[in-house]
């Protein structure tokens, strides 16, 4: 497994503890309504196990696994790869700052620019890669 | 292919077919006039497609694909993947029966399970990630 999926697949594994965490919380504030401010938590929870985790855990592993090239680099791009880790988890952190600082306008719409730029980036490295293996 | 792995994955099929039922039930519910019970699916509809099929056809994946943890024991710990297996399944079931239950009359008990529920689906995700956590390296 390359270094960048080794990375990827970590970090959705941390989001995935994160997402379940929050989601365990708010399920207790259903049965329970002791602790009504969990609701907030309801944003956080879908953008970690949705981008954090599943579309993370995607891209680590389509990098590891798509067919290889013959000639180096053999898994295409690794700095547009690069970019794409970066971007995702950069995005992420800024649509938390958006939960947590709703006073900071723009935050929101940053964190989903940087996640799409991310997800360009890795459709950079997976596009050339679908293909035949040993072509 | 290991047989926790089958089923993972069989029982995320299931949890599939589960999922766009109650999801052809929702869309249904104008044209139907349904009963108001059904209002209170919209939450199942997504955790039994997200938690049900794709978390769990995820992790049968892994625990059959990723690198070998070690030459003794190849893929982690297999009683710790049925662990998970069990734990997240009885914490989806209970979450099925006690959610629309609670929604429709509220009980301390329907409650509780939620409670019961929430915590077993978090214990899967732990049990998972310890597991997989060595086995995300270079051959």
């Keep these: 497994m390359p270094r960048l999926s080794i990375w990827l697949i970590r970090a959705a594994l941390i989001y995935l503890l994160l997402g379940f965490t929050f989601g365990a919380l708010i399920l207790i504030q259903k049965g329970t309504n002791l602790f009504p401010a969990t609701w907030q938590l309801l944003p956080l929870h879908i953008e970690f196990l949705l981008f954090g985790w599943t579309l993370q855990l995607i891209m680590g592993t389509a990098f590891w696994i798509l067919p290889r090239f013959m000639q180096e680099p053999k898994r295409g791009n690794q700095s547009s790869m690069g970019m794409a880790f970066g971007l995702l988890n950069v995005g992420l952190v800024l649509v938390v700052g958006s939960v947590v600082l709703p006073e900071i306008s723009g935050l929101f719409f940053l964190g989903r620019l940087a996640e799409f730029a ?10 050339p890669r679908v293909k035949p293996f040993g072509h | 292919m290991p047989p926790v792995t089958r089923w993972f994955i069989r029982t995320s099929l299931v949890c599939f077919i589960a999922a766009l039922l109650i999801g052809t039930l929702l869309a249904a519910r104008g044209p139907l006039q349904l009963l108001a019970f059904f209002n209170t699916l919209t939450p199942l509809f997504f955790h039994l497609f997200m938690v049900g099929f794709v978390a769990q056809l995820i992790f049968g994946m892994v625990f059959w ?12 710990s297999e009683r710790l993947a049925w662990l998970t297996y069990g734990c997240l399944n009885v914490g989806l079931l209970l979450r099925v029966i006690a959610e629309p239950a609670h929604a429709t009359a509220p009980h301390p008990g329907w409650g509780w399970l939620l409670v019961v529920s929430a915590l077993l689906q978090w214990s899967a995700g732990i049990f998972f990630v310890l597991n997989t956590w060595n086995r995300v390296k270079e051959r």
């Design chain 2, 65 to 76: 694909m990723f690198p070998k943890a070690s030459k003794a024991h190849p893929r982690g």
């Design chain 1, 118 to 127: 991310g997800v360009g980036a890795f459709v950079l490295n997976a596009w």
